[in-house]
């Protein structure tokens, strides 16, 4: 066998190898926004079914304006029918900060909102409490984690709540698993939902993703652009919360630009 022959097999095996490495990488994103859920015609023992859509949702965001929303108005303001949250070099964020909605506590609820950002980190907060003793529109609690690099996009978040060393950060569920939160310090991963690294490709990079939050008991849902992407179940006597307060990040770190949109809310009953 020539050497020739050797070398061109191996071009040809890479070329493929890397093919397919493309193919299931990045592309997850345009594959799955190019095939949207589908109608489903019943018949036998299966129901009708059709894409979920926004029945019963209320908007919590008037489109022109902060009433209702409580935040550093340094920071927060409504620009294109947008709330936009921004740092600059000149407005620095020196601890994370929060947008509150002042409508009431949130139990048992979805949420759909659609976010964009191009830097740094933000979450969508929720059944979350204040932290007067560390700072005015401080919160912990649940988080449905993002970020620019996609690092933690999905994950279910503990916002300085539990942690093995106290109080501080700590991931109750990973992007990709059905996590049972017991009283820890460990925990119980019952399930999983794909492939961490692919679901990266699910968020929309610099352009406009949903965020889907469903809470109902100690069950936490989370979904980007339809894609499930992870599940906490929280059974940890001490520390799970039954309901409170939703708000957005402004995180520390570089200077940033987070934008929401289109905030939908439904209570579950």
Known sequence: MSASFIRSAV??????????????????????QATPPQVRPGGGVYP?????????????????TLNGWDGDTQFWRVENGEIVGETTPEKVMKQNSFLIWRGGTVKD?????????????????????????????????Y????????????NVHDERG?????????????????????????YKVIGTIGDPTLLRGVMNV???NQYHIIARGPVLMQLVNGQLMAIAIDE???????????????????????????VLYRKIQ
Not at 13 to 32: D, E, F, G, H, N
Not at 143 to 154: R, V, W
């Open 236 to 262: 940890d006597t001490k520390h799970a919360a039954p309901e409170g307060l939703l708000g957005f990040q402004m995180h520390v770190g570089p200077p940033f630009k987070m934008e929401y949109r289109n």
């Open 109 to 141: 609820f979805e949420l759909k909102v659609e976010f964009r950002m191009n830097g740094t980190n933000s979450g969508i907060q929720y059944r979350s409490s204040e932290l007067p003793n560390i700072g005015k529109w401080v919160l912990k609690g």
């Open 162 to 186: 539990r942690a093995p060393t106290g109080e501080g950060h700590v991931v109750l569920s990973r992007r990709g698993e059905i996590t049972r939160v017991v009283d820890g310090p460990k």
């Open 11 to 32: 071009v040809s095996t890479l070329s493929a190898a890397l093919a397919a490495l493309a193919y299931t990488s990045a592309p997850v994103r345009a594959r799955q």
């Open 206 to 208: 610099n352009g406009w």
């Open 143 to 154: 988080q449905a984690d993002m970020d620019f690099t996609e690092g933690y996009l999905g």
């Open 48 to 64: 009708e079914t059709q894409p979920d859509d926004t029945t019963g949702f209320v908007p919590i965001f008037d489109g022109k």
